[in-house]
């Protein structure tokens, strides 16, 4: 009786590290593009802050998946006054499963957090 309740602690630990993860990096990937005054600077930002979510905690940087939209719909994303949202999606292996015939990818959880944030109004302005 110990043993499935050990190994069901530490399966949801990991998804909830991972669920945390996923959060940040969409938080704080919307920031990042927000605060950037133009496009060059936002996908600079980008790339770090994923980098430094994926490395803080332990997500498989092949599974990370980024989705980008922009409020209202239609417009150019991002654009000055416009909302961002950032989605971030990825997949946590459950532990102890062999990677035999494909079975870690059928045992694993995906995990999505979807973060909006204002862009600024100064946004691509010299």
Same mark, same amino acid.
């Given at each position: 009786?110990? $043993?499935?309740? $050990?190994?069901?602690v $530490?399966?949801?630990?990991?998804?909830?590290?991972?669920?945390?993860?996923?959060?940040?990096?969409?938080?704080?990937?919307?920031?990042? #593009?927000? %605060?950037?005054?133009?496009? @060059?600077?936002?996908?600079?930002?980008?790339?770090? &802050?994923?980098?430094?979510?994926?490395? !803080?905690?332990? #997500?498989d940087?092949? !599974? $990370?998946?980024? +989705?980008?939209?922009c409020?209202?719909a239609?417009?150019?994303?991002?654009?000055?006054?416009?909302? &961002?949202?950032?989605t971030?999606?990825?997949?946590?292996?459950?532990?102890? #499963?062999? %990677?035999?015939?494909?079975?870690?990818?059928? @045992? +694993?959880?995906?995990? !999505?957090? +979807? @973060?909006?944030?204002?862009? %600024?109004?100064?946004?691509?302005?010299?």
């Amino acid at each position: 009786m110990l $043993v499935p309740l $050990v190994y069901l602690v $530490v399966a949801l630990g990991q998804i909830q590290g991972q669920a945390l993860g996923a959060e940040a990096g969409a938080r704080h990937v919307a920031r990042a #593009i927000a %605060s950037a005054p133009d496009a @060059a600077a936002a996908t600079a930002r980008t790339d770090a &802050v994923l980098r430094s979510v994926v490395g !803080e905690y332990g #997500i498989d940087p092949d !599974e $990370v998946r980024l +989705s980008l939209s922009c409020r209202p719909a239609g417009s150019v994303c991002p654009e000055a006054g416009s909302t &961002v949202v950032v989605t971030v999606s990825t997949r946590v292996a459950l532990p102890l #499963i062999p %990677s035999v015939l494909g079975l870690e990818s059928l @045992a +694993s959880v995906p995990v !999505e957090a +979807s @973060a909006a944030q204002k862009v %600024s109004r100064f946004w691509g302005s010299e």
